[in-house]
């Protein structure tokens, strides 16, 4: 079976004609939020990324998935700045960027979650935040004002004073994103956001999303859920052994295409033989009688 299947389609151009011709382009008016081209990223002896395409359109939930060590990470960390790649390009809002580090991409409105949370227990909310962001909104009043006027324009919640230490993983991760959207980010990268969270957090985190969407904020979404998938991107784009092999659209798509097309084969239907397991006895006992040793009784 060919990977393709009626609806998906293969990775974007690398450059979408300024006339907005073409499946990529929704809005001449506005470039993609962030292009990737040609991107690979080799490591000793494993090529993570490799001539990695990926369109991503501003004011959208996009979300990129692939099996285990597929390389999600690695390309979402070379967005981040947080690695270098070996070759390809990066294009944040039409234009073309390097980053040397984090601190590049968060000048130019890129924001990380990280799948293992990176927050300091031992501290409050409000210092979490503010933390390497002083210059921002220093660390009092203005920042308290601040924190709470992104937690409530995007429902998420938060309260500054709290321990971070007493917060479960739903709460810290809604600090997580607060902290990214305090220090200006207009392009949200969560890595697997849902893997550990409960189904009705997970909800709670969709809505959050919706709320950052509406407000024209666009987020990559990295996963292997695909039902959850389906349910919260607008586009999709599959990447399999470090290689984006197609993007699919989430009102058409089924979770079963784009498992086939994460691991590139059909997967096995579920068994239609007759099953084994008849009313037919293999072994019958009747009246059996067991010796207890040493008494000579029986039992
Ligand atoms: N810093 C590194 N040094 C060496 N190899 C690495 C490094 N980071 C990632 N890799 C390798 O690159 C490949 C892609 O890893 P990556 O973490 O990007 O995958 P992933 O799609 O995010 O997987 P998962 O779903 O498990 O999070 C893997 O083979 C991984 O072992
Ligand atoms: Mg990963």
Redesign the pocket.
Known sequence: MSPWHDNFTPPCPPAPTPSGQGECVINASSPPAVELHGITKR??G?V?NKDIAITVRKGTVHALI?E????????MKILYGMQKPDEGTIAVDGEQVTFSSPGDAIARGIGMVH?HFMLADNLTVLENVVLGGEKLYGIGAKARKKIQEISDAYGLGVRPDALVEDLGVADRQRVEILKVLYRGAKILILD?PTAVLVPQEVDALFDNLRELKSEGLTVIFIS?KLGEVLKVADDITVIRRGTTVGTADPKTATTKQLAELMVGSELPSPETRESTVTDVPMLKVENLTLLESGTGGAR
């Open positions: 490591f000793p494993v993570a692939g285990n060590g597929a390389g999600k990470s690695t390309l799948q697997e292997h």
